[in-house]
């Protein structure tokens, strides 16, 4: 039998999956922060900030999303997306819970393992926010805004975003380190690797749920009497 989904439950569907990716994005986030080995630009900027003025990484994450999306807006002459305002705000959340839960491990083997596996975790994160496409992230719409204004490729638009970021972090004194290297280099491979999965995960959660039996395409089956043509033997 063919479950049939409303629309409200799909729309239900989408967003609780979206939600979830951000929840193992800022997993992955705080293991990188956590295994003191360097973090990911972003938040290199972050840290900085709060060893400086204070507060929390979430809430520093929050405030620079909450600029972001403002300048997002001016460039795009648009009202934000609501995908884009619960990402700021739940991964700020998100990151401060689990900073409070994970610590910073003595044995240098161990950090290795929180680093890598949090640049893996953010990957897989990111595939899945993104698959049930509710809205980008504030520093990805920022990313698009400025490649129309511009003309320049994403990928530049992208760099130099990041260039820029991780300057003022390391200027405020933000960790910068082999892992942040790593997390440059390696990002868009694990994303890149993560995003067919995840598109498919959420595909076969979301369509395949939802999708109504097609008369016109199904195999018949031998008792099957659509009114019309009739049964042969």
């Known amino acids: 039998m063919v479950k049939l989904y409303t629309k409200r439950e799909h729309l239900f569907m989408r967003w609780l999956i979206f939600m979830i990716g951000l929840v193992i994005v800022s997993f992955g986030i705080a293991l990188m922060i956590r295994a003191d080995l360097g973090s990911a630009p972003w938040d290199v900027l972050h840290i900085g900030l709060r060893d400086q003025l204070g507060l929390t990484v979430g809430t520093w994450s929050i405030i620079i999303g909450i600029i972001v999306i403002v300048m997002t807006s001016l460039l795009q002459k648009e009202t934000p997306q609501a995908g884009g305002i619960v990402n700021m705000l739940l991964i700020g959340v998100f990151i401060d819970i689990f900073l409070l839960l994970i610590e910073t491990p003595s ?88 995003m067919p999965q995840t598109s498919k995960l959420v ?16 195999t018949l089956r031998p008792y099957h009497n659509d009114g019309i043509s009739k049964k042969t033997r």
């Open 107 to 194: 044995l240098l083997a161990v950090q290795i393992i929180m680093l890598l596996a949090g640049i893996i975790i953010i990957g897989y994160g990111i595939g899945l926010y993104i698959a049930p496409e509710v809205g980008a992230g504030p520093r990805d719409s920022l990313m698009i805004a400025l490649h129309e204004r511009t003309g320049w490729k994403i990928s530049r638009v992208r760099i130099m975003m990041e260039t820029v970021v991780l300057a003022v972090g390391w200027a405020l004194g933000g960790p910068v380190f082999v892992g942040t290297i790593l997390f440059c280099l390696g990002i868009g491979q694990v994303v890149g690797f993560a």
């Open 203 to 218: 595909h076969y959660l979301i369509e395949r749920g939802g999708r109504h039996e097609n008369f016109n395409k199904r």
